[in-house]
């Protein structure tokens, strides 16, 4: 079975420019959540998708947004790069319910910003 | 709004030998889960060990155990027998029943296992 996929692996921008990331959850998972992981740094929360909807946002500005869609893959854009957005993205996906609970984590995908 | 704190930012351990890190979190919810994941140099974050808040009995896999003290809110992570692929981050990760609620992630410990 396959896991939580990510692409770009590496990703190289420059400041004002806009990035796009993409995840694919494994297969029965509805939801998918999206990291931010700033070198040697903790997990710092970013979105969550359920069932195609946005189910929480965590502390970013709006330039930081994404989607869901109807195969429940997602996307994360990233708009008006600063330097600061140089991190390792990670997305994530669950069953929505609690027999399982846990994450299932992707490789990441590798934001730098130029 | 819960809280995991992880007090110990890094940790090293002989080769063989055991290790414990630390994990308090702060909830007033009474049923939830816990979770030790493992992020290694290679960066993907793998699942070590889990707990529901529900069960009495510490959970073990293999050479990782958990000892969870509900009233203390306390959630450590025993390894023994240390490896040199155990090196890595561990987050320690509260998660609610409740729908609607993140994951809640500790800011990490950085363990070293030396040789």
């Known amino acids: 079975e396959a896991g939580v996929t990510q692409s770009p692996t590496h990703l190289i921008k420059t400041r004002g420019q806009q990035a796009t990331l993409r995840c694919s959850p494994i297969s029965g998972h509805t939801s998918v959540y999206w990291y931010q992981q700033a070198l040697g740094l903790g997990l710092q929360f970013l979105l969550w998708y359920d069932e195609g909807e946005e189910r929480n946002r965590g502390n970013f500005p709006p330039r930081f947004s994404g989607r869901q869609f109807p195969n429940y893959s997602s996307e994360l854009n990233v708009n008006a790069l600063e330097l600061e957005d140089s991190a390792l993205y990670l997305c994530a996906s669950s069953f929505t319910g609690t027999e399982s609970g846990e994450l299932f984590f992707g490789e990441g995908s590798r934001l730098t910003v130029l | 709004a819960q809280t995991v704190t992880q007090s110990q930012p890094e940790m090293s351990v002989q080769e063989a030998e055991t290790v414990t890190l630390s994990c308090t979190y702060d909830t007033s919810e009474s049923d939830y889960y816990l979770f030790w994941y493992k992020q290694p140099p290679s960066r993907q974050m793998i699942l070590v060990i889990r707990q529901e808040a529900y069960k009495q009995q510490n959970a073990t896999e293999n050479r990782f155990s958990v000892n969870f003290q509900k009233a203390a809110k306390s959630f450590s992570l025993k390894i023994s027998d240390s490896q040199l692929g155990d090196a890595a981050m561990y987050f320690c990760?509260?998660?609610?029943?409740?729908?609607?609620?993140?994951?809640?992630f500790g800011p990490g410990t950085r363990l070293s296992v030396l040789p």
């Open positions: 990760a509260y998660r609610s029943y409740n729908y609607g609620q993140n994951f809640v």
